[in-house]
């Protein structure tokens, strides 16, 4: 089985500062790695995927994402926030080369300050 | 184009009643998804369809859950005897499933069900 840990359930930072969110994992087989957005009243967005080969990827609006095998970690970094980060991320996991269910962490809330 | 549609945005019902969800997926996407995200919550799965086939069900929480893809499109969620633990947010996703390697899951904007 596989399980996704965000220890954090709500991250406060100023506008214009750096942020990490984290996200560990937890599976006996290869996973696809993701994170996701939610933005207030809206659907669930792709921000970005790690399917194999660098082990730094990058998604959209600035985010980036860095994989480690050995901690099994997925956290997400962005060098600057903006007001307009103000959202729910979600890291998930899919059992790699199988198109079946994504499991989610429980989210982390992002709370930009001014 | 179009995207993964959901019907009705919100659905406000009382316990003991029977409810149905409607999901329309992108068009040409043979795999459709659902997930329930209660309050607080992280997307949980439910039920994943191959066609019209139930490909993994071992999401439903139990027997008041079902649904149907009949035609391999769209998909019904239906919940009977509904109970207030069953408010949530239903999601929905569709895939266009390769042969191998990984399908992305687009996501609907879900149907908020409240149960008072």
């Known amino acids: 089985a596989q399980s996704v840990t965000q220890l954090d359930s709500q991250v406060p930072v100023f506008e214009e500062a750096p942020v990490e969110l984290r996200c560990n994992y937890s599976s006996s087989v290869s996973v696809y790695l993701f994170w996701y957005v939610q933005y207030p009243n809206q659907g669930l967005q792709l921000l970005l995927k790690?399917?194999?080969?660098?082990?730094l990827v990058k998604g959209i609006n600035g985010f980036e994402a860095e994989f480690n095998k050995s901690q099994t970690s997925f956290h997400l970094r962005k060098p600057s926030v903006h007001i307009s980060d103000t959202a729910e991320y979600f890291c998930?996991?899919?059992?790699?080369?199988?198109?079946?269910?994504?499991?989610f962490g429980k989210g982390t809330r992002l709370h930009i300050l001014p | 184009g179009a995207g993964v549609s959901q019907t009705p945005s919100n659905k406000v019902t009382e316990k003991g009643k029977y409810v149905e969800l409607r999901c329309d997926p992108i068009?040409?996407?043979?795999?459709l998804y659902w997930y329930r995200q209660s309050l607080g919550q992280g997307p949980e799965f439910l039920i994943y369809f191959q066609g019209t086939g139930a490909a993994d069900d071992s999401g439903l929480p139990n027997d008041r859950f079902f649904a149907v893809r009949p035609e391999g499109s769209v998909s019904t969620l239906k919940i009977q005897r509904t109970e207030r633990g069953d408010s949530a947010v239903y999601l929905c996703?569709?895939?266009?499933?390769?042969?191998?390697?990984?399908?992305?899951?687009?996501f609907g904007p879900g149907t908020r069900l409240t149960v008072l």
């Open positions: 068009s040409g996407h043979t795999a």
């Open positions: 998930a996991v899919v059992r790699m080369n199988r198109d079946d269910k994504i499991i």
């Open positions: 996703a569709s895939s266009l499933r390769l042969a191998g390697g990984y399908n992305e899951q687009f």
């Open positions: 790690y399917l194999s080969g660098s082990t």
